[in-house]
């Protein structure tokens, strides 16, 4: 055993994976927020005929939250509990940096309903030199086909939205160039460094192509993220010598901070792939897996049966890792808020994320009680690895409730 080895408490890997925005019922402060009897997972259920999740069902998803098709079992695999968010906010940066010990009171800026200020639109056409089109919340491929016509023969800079903290900017490869879209990306996150306007991400969205309809984002993007407020878990694990992999959007979300390696992601079902991976190979620590399509393809399209496929494709790749899994192994799945398909506009829902752990060596199994922060994941990660915390962190460790 190397010293680290010894300094462990139960196990030497943890998978930690974020289904991102598979919320599990409305917070107590959702009305505030507008989203009063959101249920992401729950109205999921009881809008389709069919939906199977075999292996989420065996954890205890549904002893956790009723289910319409799926039933509750006698005898789970694991744990699970609710967890409310103490955070101010509902995005996903938020999410995340409170699962690994921030408490964030000043939420991110969005700007779904309304597009940016004129204040900060007309200070960026100034800086960059072109005149802007768009500024609307918007998918990025309609987007383009609506305007890369017109950025293309005018020289036009497409910015928008989402229901996210970000700003984004398209950019032609070939007629705008990548490295005028990276510098004009630049002067965007600079701007966007004022309170009233601070967003998470400042995103180029590069692409090819001439016409409507034939227009494709290429691999160039690059995410110009705000840096955590302060160290988290995943800083703590890295400076004991642990291994800290992430697999998808969790690079951009912390932009890089506290990580030895990253992986990219093309998918959802590729984040599950390259975990399923990583699970073959020899590693002490953590792999941190965001998985985005059940936000980006399906929440904020108000998709429910592509939602439900997706969940359905999740559970599959699920088994597949639960069968790579070691008794040394851990398994913790969550989220990061809601965003309900069914509820009104496009926008992430203030809700609860569900807690599940699941090891082979586990002996016990059972609710635990609903916790009032997502850093009980962070914390029980960290207690693991027998680090401590960040000063000014929240959150407090489940590890010993999971025999």
Same mark, same amino acid.
């Given at each position: 055993?190397t010293?680290?080895?010894?300094?462990?408490?139960?196990?030497?890997?943890?998978?930690?994976?974020?289904?991102?925005?598979?919320?599990?019922?409305?917070?107590?402060?959702?009305?505030?927020?507008?989203?009063?009897?959101?249920?992401?997972?729950?109205?999921?259920?009881?809008?389709?005929?069919?939906?199977?999740?075999?292996?989420?069902?065996?954890?205890?998803?549904?002893?956790?939250?009723?289910?319409?098709?799926?039933?509750a079992?006698?005898?789970?695999?694991g744990?699970?509990?609710?967890?409310?968010?103490?955070?101010?906010g509902?995005?996903?940066?938020?999410?995340?940096?409170?699962?690994?010990?921030?408490?964030?009171?000043?939420?991110?800026?969005t700007?779904?309903?309304?597009?940016?200020?004129?204040?900060?639109?007309?200070?960026?056409?100034?800086?960059?030199?072109?005149?802007?089109?768009?500024?609307?919340?918007?998918?990025?491929?309609?987007?383009?086909?609506?305007?890369?016509?017109?950025?293309?023969?005018?020289?036009?800079?497409?910015?928008?939205?989402?229901?996210?903290?970000?700003? %984004?900017?398209?950019?032609? &490869?070939?007629?705008?160039?990548? @490295?005028? $879209?990276?510098?004009?990306?630049e002067?965007? /996150? +600079?701007?966007?460094?004022?309170?009233?306007?601070?967003?998470?991400?400042?995103?180029?969205?590069?692409?090819?192509?001439?016409?409507?309809?034939?227009?494709?984002?290429?691999?160039n993007?690059h995410?110009?993220?705000?840096?955590?407020y302060?160290?988290?878990?995943?800083?703590?694990?890295?400076?004991?010598?642990?291994?800290?992999?992430?697999?998808?959007?969790?690079?951009d979300?912390?932009?890089?901070?506290?990580?030895?390696?990253?992986?990219?992601?093309?998918?959802?079902?590729?984040?599950?792939?390259?975990?399923?991976?990583?699970?073959k190979r020899?590693f002490?620590?953590?792999?941190?897996?965001?998985?985005?399509?059940?936000?980006?393809?399906?929440?904020?399209?108000?998709?429910? %049966?592509?939602?439900?496929? &997706?969940?359905?494709t999740?559970? @599959?790749? $699920?088994?597949?890792?639960?069968?790579?899994? /070691? +008794?040394?192994?851990?398994?913790?799945?969550?989220?990061?808020?809601?965003?309900?398909?069914?509820?009104?506009?496009?926008?992430?829902?203030?809700?609860?994320?569900?807690?599940?752990?699941?090891?082979?060596?586990?002996?016990?199994?059972?609710?635990?009680?609903?916790?009032?922060?997502?850093?009980?994941?962070g914390?029980?990660?960290?207690?693991?690895?027998?680090?401590?915390?960040?000063?000014?962190?929240?959150?407090?460790?489940?590890?010993?409730?999971?025999?």
């Amino acid at each position: 055993m190397t010293p680290k080895e010894d300094k462990m408490k139960k196990y030497k890997r943890i998978f930690t994976i974020v289904i991102d925005s598979l919320g599990v019922g409305a917070m107590p402060d959702a009305a505030d927020y507008g989203d009063a009897g959101a249920d992401t997972l729950g109205h999921i259920s009881q809008q389709m005929e069919q939906f199977s999740i075999p292996n989420l069902q065996k954890i205890g998803i549904a002893n956790l939250h009723p289910l319409k098709q799926v039933e509750a079992v006698q005898r789970p695999l694991g744990y699970y509990a609710y967890l409310k968010e103490a955070s101010t906010g509902k995005d996903t940066m938020t999410g995340h940096w409170e699962m690994m010990g921030l408490h964030i009171t000043k939420p991110f800026r969005t700007f779904t309903e309304t597009g940016f200020p004129k204040e900060l639109i007309d200070e960026l056409s100034a800086r960059t030199g072109r005149t802007i089109i768009g500024n609307k919340s918007a998918s990025g491929t309609a987007i383009l086909d609506e305007l890369g016509e017109e950025e293309i023969a005018t020289g036009h800079m497409i910015v928008y939205t989402s229901a996210d903290s970000v700003l %984004q900017i398209c950019g032609n &490869e070939e007629t705008f160039g990548l @490295e005028e $879209l990276y510098r004009c990306c630049e002067i965007a /996150r +600079e701007l966007t460094m004022k309170d009233e306007w601070k967003v998470g991400r400042v995103i180029a969205r590069p692409y090819v192509g001439r016409k409507k309809g034939e227009f494709k984002r290429t691999s160039n993007r690059h995410d110009y993220a705000l840096k955590p407020y302060g160290k988290t878990a995943l800083d703590a694990l890295k400076e004991h010598g642990y291994d800290v992999i992430s697999v998808g959007k969790i690079f951009d979300i912390f932009d890089g901070e506290g990580l030895t390696e990253s992986n990219k992601s093309k998918s959802s079902v590729h984040g599950m792939e390259q975990t399923i991976e990583i699970a073959k190979r020899d590693f002490t620590g953590l792999c941190y897996v965001n998985l985005v399509d059940f936000d980006a393809l399906w929440g904020h399209r108000r998709n429910v %049966q592509g939602y439900a496929q &997706e969940l359905e494709t999740f559970d @599959e790749k $699920l088994g597949q890792l639960m069968n790579e899994m /070691r +008794e040394e192994d851990l398994l913790i799945i969550t989220a990061d808020h809601g965003n309900d398909p069914t509820y009104t506009g496009t926008d992430h829902t203030r809700e609860k994320v569900p807690f599940l752990a699941y090891s082979p060596s586990m002996q016990g199994y059972g609710q635990l009680k609903e916790e009032e922060t997502f850093a009980v994941v962070g914390a029980t990660i960290a207690d693991n690895f027998d680090v401590e915390m960040p000063q000014g962190t929240i959150g407090t460790s489940v590890l010993e409730k999971l025999i």
